[in-house]
C-alpha cells in the first residue's frame, strides 16, 4: 500500500514546516512540499504527523485489575496484584488488545508488554497476547515475565530469619520456555517480537539472568527487566550481592545497547556512569512511581549523563491507565520540583524525542524507527489540530505535551500499514471490544488478598516502619 499525506505539518528544526509525506510499503519514501500524488491521499491540512510513541514498559493483563488495588507500596501491592491475576488465555487476549487500542489511540504505535503469564498456561498466555497484537497491528514487544523464585524472596531479610517456599519454576524451565516462545512466536518482520525479560534481581537466581544473556546473545534479541523500583530492592540488592543491583547486572553482562530498564529509581551515582557507557536505556514510568510511593527517577541526572531515557506507562493496575500522552506530561514536568535549575527542565520537543527515538533505541530500532527520515519504517500518528483540546491554536507540540489531549489522533501507520484512520481503529472493532470487556468485568468493590498480610509485617520490619 502506498500513501501520501498532503499539505502536513510537521516539526523542522527552527519549527514546524508544511511537507507532503509519502509511504510506500513499509517506509517512509519521500518528504517534501507538493509531492506527486501516490496511492491512497490523506489530506493532512490542519494536522501534526509525528513519529509513533513508544510505551516501553508495560503489563498487559493488569487491565482487569485497574482501578481496584489498595494504595500499598510496590512489594506489597504485587501480592495483591498476583492473589487475583487472570487465569484464562481469553482475559489475556482482551487486555492486550485493550493496551494496545489505548497506546494507539494516545499516539504510541510500539508497545513492550513484560506479559504476566498464567502459571502452567505459559505458552497460551504468549499465544494470546500474540494474536491480539498481529490482529490490532500495533509493533509488540512481548516480553514473557519470568522468574525463578517466589514473591516473599523479594523483601530484604533485615537479618530476620525467612520460611521462602521454592518457586513453580526452575531457570532450567523458564529458559526453556522463553526459547520455545522465541521459535513460535518471534517474527519481527511483521512486527511481533519475542525477548528475555526476567522480572528483575530480587525474583531471579543469578542462573536464570546468564541464561537470558546467553538467548539474547544467540538470537540477536532485547533483554528487558524491572531495576532498582523501589528502596526495598536497593536494600535486597546490598544484601544479595553486596553491591549495587546494576554492578550485579553489568558484570552477568545484561547490559549493552539492547536493554532497557524498568524505573531505575534507586541509583548510585556509580551506576549511572555503567548504564551510560554501556549504553543501556532506562524506562520512566512516572505515574506507576507516584501510585506506588516508589520515588522519583533522577531523570535529568540522566540525561545530563548520556542515559537513553524513554517513556512507560506501567501496567494499567499501577497507572492505571495507558495513556502515553498523560506519561509523557507527567513524566516530563514531575522533575521540575527537584531541580530550581531551569535551564535543565525538559521541553515538550526533547519529550517527544525521548517518547519516539528514545524508546526505539531502547529497542535498539534506532536506525529503523523513531523520527520521521526517509527511508525509515513508517511508524506514524497524525494528530487533527483543530480537536477542542488543541485549540486555541498555539505550538502543536507544546498543547500535545503539557495539555491533555485526549483522542486527537486522527490516523496511524505502523509498518506502512494504517491501523487508524478518522480516529478510529481499522484493524479491530472497538465496539465489539468495549462489550467483550464488559462482559468479562468482575465488578468487585471489596476483596481480601491472602498474600499481603503475610508479607506486610516483614515489609514494616525491614524498612523501619512502627506497627
Ligand atoms: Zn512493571
Same mark, same amino acid.
Given at each position: 500500500m502506498s500513501f501520501t499525506i498532503q499539505g502536513v505539518l510537521i516539526a523542522s528544526e527552527s519549527g514546524y514546516e508544511t511537507v507532503d509525506v509519502q509511504i510506500v510499503g513499509e517506509r517512509i519514501t519521500a518528504i517534501a512540499p507538493q509531492l506527486e500524488p501516490l496511492g491512497t491521499l490523506v489530506e493532512g491540512k490542519n494536522k501534526l504527523l509525528l513519529p509513533g510513541f513508544v510505551n516501553a514498559h508495560t503489563h498487559s493483563p493488569e487491565m482487569w485489575q485497574r482501578g481496584s488495588i489498595s494504595p500499598v507500596p510496590l512489594e506489597l501491592w504485587l501480592a495483591e496484584l498476583y492473589d487475583f491475576a487472570p487465569l484464562e488465555p481469553e482475559q489475556v487476549y482482551l487486555s492486550a488488545l485493550h493496551t494496545a487500542a489505548e497506546t494507539l489511540l494516545s499516539g504510541g504505535t510500539c508497545l513492550v508488554d513484560h506479559l504476566i503469564l498464567i502459571p502452567g498456561r505459559e505458552m497460551e498466555t504468549i499465544a494470546a497476547a500474540a494474536q491480539a497484537y498481529k490482529e490490532i497491528g500495533i509493533r509488540a514487544f512481548i516480553a514473557p515475565l519470568i522468574q525463578d523464585a517466589s514473591l516473599a524472596a523479594s523483601l530484604p531479610s533485615g537479618g530476620i530469619q525467612q520460611d521462602i517456599r521454592p518457586h513453580l519454576h526452575t531457570a532450567a524451565t523458564v529458559l526453556a520456555l522463553i526459547e520455545q516462545s522465541v521459535a513460535k512466536f518471534h517474527q519481527p518482520e511483521i512486527g511481533i517480537s519475542v525477548i528475555p525479560a526476567p522480572t528483575g534481581v530480587h525474583l531471579c537466581s543469578d542462573e536464570l539472568l546468564k541464561g537470558c544473556v546467553e538467548l539474547s546473545d544467540r538470537h540477536q534479541l532485547c533483554l528487558h527487566t524491572h531495576l532498582l523500583e523501589t528502596r526495598a530492592q536497593q536494600l535486597l540488592a546490598q544484601e544479595k550481592y553486596g553491591c549495587s543491583a546494576v554492578a550485579h547486572l553489568h558484570k552477568l553482562g545484561f547490559l549493552g545497547k539492547r536493554t532497557s530498564l524498568a524505573h531505575c529509581v534507586w541509583l548510585e551515582e556509580s551506576d549511572i556512569a555503567i548504564l551510560a557507557e554501556t549504553q543501556s536505556t532506562v524506562v520512566h514510568n512516572p505515574l506507576s512511581n507516584l501510585r506506588l510511593g516508589s520515588g522519583i527517577a533522577p531523570i535529568f541526572h540522566y540525561l545530563a549523563s548520556g542515559v537513553n531515557v524513554a517513556f512507560g506507562c506501567d501496567g494499567a493496575s499501577s497507572n /492505571? +491507565? !495507558? /495513556?502515553l500522552l498523560e506519561a509523557i506530561k507527567i513524566g516530563s514536568i514531575l522533575h521540575n520540583v527537584t531541580d530550581p535549575d531551569y535551564r535543565r527542565w525538559i521541553t515538550p520537543r526533547q519529550a517527544i524525542a525521548m517518547a519516539s527515538l528514545g524508546g526505539a533505541k531502547g529497542l535498539n530500532l534506532g536506525d529503523e524507527i523513531g523520527t520521521l527520515t526517509? %527511508? $525509515? $519504517? +513508517? /511508524?506514524c500518528v497524525l494528530y487533527d489540530l483543530t480537536h477542542l483540546s488543541l485549540l486555541p491554536r498555539t505550538d502543536p507540540i507544546g498543547l500535545l505535551v503539557l %495539555?491533555?489531549? +485526549? !483522542?486527537? =489522533?486522527?490516523s496511524a501507520w505502523v509498518n506502512g500499514k494504517q491501523v487508524m484512520s478518522a480516529g478510529q481503529l &481499522? &484493524? =479491530?472493532d472497538l465496539e465489539h471490544l468495549r462489550q467483550a470487556l464488559f462482559a468479562h468485568s468482575?465488578? $468487585?468493590m471489596w476483596r481480601d488478598s491472602r498474600t499481603l498480610p503475610a508479607l506486610e509485617k516483614q515489609y514494616r520490619a525491614v524498612m523501619g516502619l512502627t506497627s
Amino acid at each position: 500500500m502506498s500513501f501520501t499525506i498532503q499539505g502536513v505539518l510537521i516539526a523542522s528544526e527552527s519549527g514546524y514546516e508544511t511537507v507532503d509525506v509519502q509511504i510506500v510499503g513499509e517506509r517512509i519514501t519521500a518528504i517534501a512540499p507538493q509531492l506527486e500524488p501516490l496511492g491512497t491521499l490523506v489530506e493532512g491540512k490542519n494536522k501534526l504527523l509525528l513519529p509513533g510513541f513508544v510505551n516501553a514498559h508495560t503489563h498487559s493483563p493488569e487491565m482487569w485489575q485497574r482501578g481496584s488495588i489498595s494504595p500499598v507500596p510496590l512489594e506489597l501491592w504485587l501480592a495483591e496484584l498476583y492473589d487475583f491475576a487472570p487465569l484464562e488465555p481469553e482475559q489475556v487476549y482482551l487486555s492486550a488488545l485493550h493496551t494496545a487500542a489505548e497506546t494507539l489511540l494516545s499516539g504510541g504505535t510500539c508497545l513492550v508488554d513484560h506479559l504476566i503469564l498464567i502459571p502452567g498456561r505459559e505458552m497460551e498466555t504468549i499465544a494470546a497476547a500474540a494474536q491480539a497484537y498481529k490482529e490490532i497491528g500495533i509493533r509488540a514487544f512481548i516480553a514473557p515475565l519470568i522468574q525463578d523464585a517466589s514473591l516473599a524472596a523479594s523483601l530484604p531479610s533485615g537479618g530476620i530469619q525467612q520460611d521462602i517456599r521454592p518457586h513453580l519454576h526452575t531457570a532450567a524451565t523458564v529458559l526453556a520456555l522463553i526459547e520455545q516462545s522465541v521459535a513460535k512466536f518471534h517474527q519481527p518482520e511483521i512486527g511481533i517480537s519475542v525477548i528475555p525479560a526476567p522480572t528483575g534481581v530480587h525474583l531471579c537466581s543469578d542462573e536464570l539472568l546468564k541464561g537470558c544473556v546467553e538467548l539474547s546473545d544467540r538470537h540477536q534479541l532485547c533483554l528487558h527487566t524491572h531495576l532498582l523500583e523501589t528502596r526495598a530492592q536497593q536494600l535486597l540488592a546490598q544484601e544479595k550481592y553486596g553491591c549495587s543491583a546494576v554492578a550485579h547486572l553489568h558484570k552477568l553482562g545484561f547490559l549493552g545497547k539492547r536493554t532497557s530498564l524498568a524505573h531505575c529509581v534507586w541509583l548510585e551515582e556509580s551506576d549511572i556512569a555503567i548504564l551510560a557507557e554501556t549504553q543501556s536505556t532506562v524506562v520512566h514510568n512516572p505515574l506507576s512511581n507516584l501510585r506506588l510511593g516508589s520515588g522519583i527517577a533522577p531523570i535529568f541526572h540522566y540525561l545530563a549523563s548520556g542515559v537513553n531515557v524513554a517513556f512507560g506507562c506501567d501496567g494499567a493496575s499501577s497507572n /492505571d +491507565a !495507558q /495513556d502515553l500522552l498523560e506519561a509523557i506530561k507527567i513524566g516530563s514536568i514531575l522533575h521540575n520540583v527537584t531541580d530550581p535549575d531551569y535551564r535543565r527542565w525538559i521541553t515538550p520537543r526533547q519529550a517527544i524525542a525521548m517518547a519516539s527515538l528514545g524508546g526505539a533505541k531502547g529497542l535498539n530500532l534506532g536506525d529503523e524507527i523513531g523520527t520521521l527520515t526517509l %527511508g $525509515k $519504517k +513508517a /511508524d506514524c500518528v497524525l494528530y487533527d489540530l483543530t480537536h477542542l483540546s488543541l485549540l486555541p491554536r498555539t505550538d502543536p507540540i507544546g498543547l500535545l505535551v503539557l %495539555g491533555r489531549s +485526549a !483522542q486527537a =489522533v486522527h490516523s496511524a501507520w505502523v509498518n506502512g500499514k494504517q491501523v487508524m484512520s478518522a480516529g478510529q481503529l &481499522t &484493524t =479491530v472493532d472497538l465496539e465489539h471490544l468495549r462489550q467483550a470487556l464488559f462482559a468479562h468485568s468482575q465488578e $468487585k468493590m471489596w476483596r481480601d488478598s491472602r498474600t499481603l498480610p503475610a508479607l506486610e509485617k516483614q515489609y514494616r520490619a525491614v524498612m523501619g516502619l512502627t506497627s
